[in-house]
DNA sequence: CGGCTTATTGACATACGTCAACTATTGTGG
DNA sequence: CCACAATAGTTGACGTATGTCAATAAGCCG
C-alpha cells in the first residue's frame, strides 16, 4: 500500500483511534482494488461481504425499486468509510455502490471488522461516533425531502458547500449534474429549472464553477438553518 | 422505578449487555417524566441534554424547516431508545421530540451516557449496533420517498405493519392517520386517497382496523421486495 | 473536427398539496 | 347515558410542482 494511503487510514475518523497494531491486523486481508468510473462494486441484495474506504476517487450508493427506477442516496470520497451498518449487522446490502469517477477502494473483510470491533473498545467507539454522524446526515436529506422545495434543496445544497461566512462564494461542483440530480431528489431536467430560478437569489452556474453572489438571499430562499 | 421497567431495561438492545453495576451506575440519575399526550420533550436546535428512553406510551420525532411546516420522521414505543446521535456527539438536536400518547420516559443524563461508552465497551457496541439499525431505517426511508408514489409507501408500511407469510392479514393502525400522513410524507387528505387507492389491492379500513385481503397484490403493487 | 454523452428547454401529463365543505369519531359535562 | 362540542378524517374542486417526452444545444474526447 502506498505511503499516502497509509497517511489517509491514519488519519480517518474510525481507524485513526486503534492502536497501531490493531490497524495492522484490520487491514492485513484487506483488498485494494483500482476500478474505473462506473463500475459497480456491490449489489443491493447481496450479503455484506466487506467495509469499504475509498483511498481515492468518487462512490455513490444506488438505490433502486424494481431495477427501473434508480436514486442516488449518498455520495463518499477519499478517507470515507461506507456501508458499516451492514458489516456491523450481517445483514444484506440496502443499496448498490459505484464509483461515479476512477477509483481505488480498500475492501476490509466483514468478519475481521466485526472482530476488531469486539476486541478493539477504541474502535467500537469510534464506529459509534462515525454512525451517529451519518445518521444525522440521513435525517437532514429525510428532512430536506419532505420539507423542501427542488430548488430549496438545491439551493441548501450549494449552501452546504460554500462553508462560507461571507456574503458569497465560489465553489465547484463535484458532481455530474444527473447523479447531483439524483441525489438531490429530482430529475436532471428539473436540476436545471431549479438553477434557473435560484439565479434570482443570486446563483450563476457556468459548467462545474457556481457562483454565489449573495449569501443571505439565499439562505432565506432556503429556510437554510444551520442546523436543520 | 417499577419492576416491570426494570425488566423493559434489562431486555433493551443497548443495556441489555450491560453488568449489572454499570447499568444502575448508568442510570443513576436518570430521570422518570410522566407526561400526557402532546407534550414537547425537547424543541429542535437544543443542546443534547439526555438520551431519551420510552418506557412506556409512544414519542415522535418531529422536524421543521421554518416552524410552520412540520413532519414526523420517526415513531418510537415501549423499550425505544432515542436520539442517541446527538447524545454521543454532544450536538444539538435534529429534530423536536412530542409525545403522540400518555407517556413514561426515561431520561438518561448526556454526559453519564458519553462516560459509560468510554469505561464500557459493551455498551459502545451495543451502541453500534442499534445505531447501524437506526440508519437502515433511515435508508429506507429516504429510499422509499424517492422511489415510491404516495399509495405505494402507505402500502409498504401496512406490509411491514402484517409481518406474515399467508396471504392476507389484519392489522391495527399504532397512530393516528394525521400522523401516520406525516411520517409517510403526505398530507392527511392524501393519506385518505391513498387508502381508496389500495382497495383495488384488497386493502380495507374501518376506523383503525385494516384488512389486507390480498397480500401477494399489495407486494407487487408496491413493489415491495423485503430487503428494501 | 465529428461523434458521443450530458445538459437545457419547451410542451404536456400527473401526482400531490391546498382550501373548503361535510361527515365521522372522540371526549366531556350535565 | 345522552347531547353537544371539539377534534379528526373524508371528499371534491382546483392549483402547482415536478415528472415525462422530444427536440435542441452544449461539453468532452478521440
Known sequence: MKDQDLQLLAGNS??????????????????????????TLFRQGEDARFLHLVLEGRVALVGSSDSKDETVVEFFHDGDVFIMPAVILEL????????????????IPAARFRECMEQEPALSLAASHELARHWRLLIRQVKDLKLRSAPQRLGSYLLSLSDTDGDRAEIELPEQRGMLARRLGMTPENLSRAFSRLQSSGVKSRGRQIELSDIPTLRKFCAYDDLT
Not at 497494531?21 to 486481508?29: C, F, G, H, P, S
Not at 444484506?92 to 475492501?107: F, G, H, K, N
Open 14 to 39: 474510525v481507524l485513526e483511534h486503534l492502536p497501531d497494531n490493531a490497524r495492522q491486523y484490520l487491514l492485513k486481508e484487506a483488498l485494494e482494488l483500482d476500478m474505473p468510473s462506473g463500475t
Open 92 to 107: 444484506p446490502y440496502l443499496m448498490s455502490a459505484r464509483t461515479v469517477e476512477d477509483s481505488r477502494i480498500l475492501l
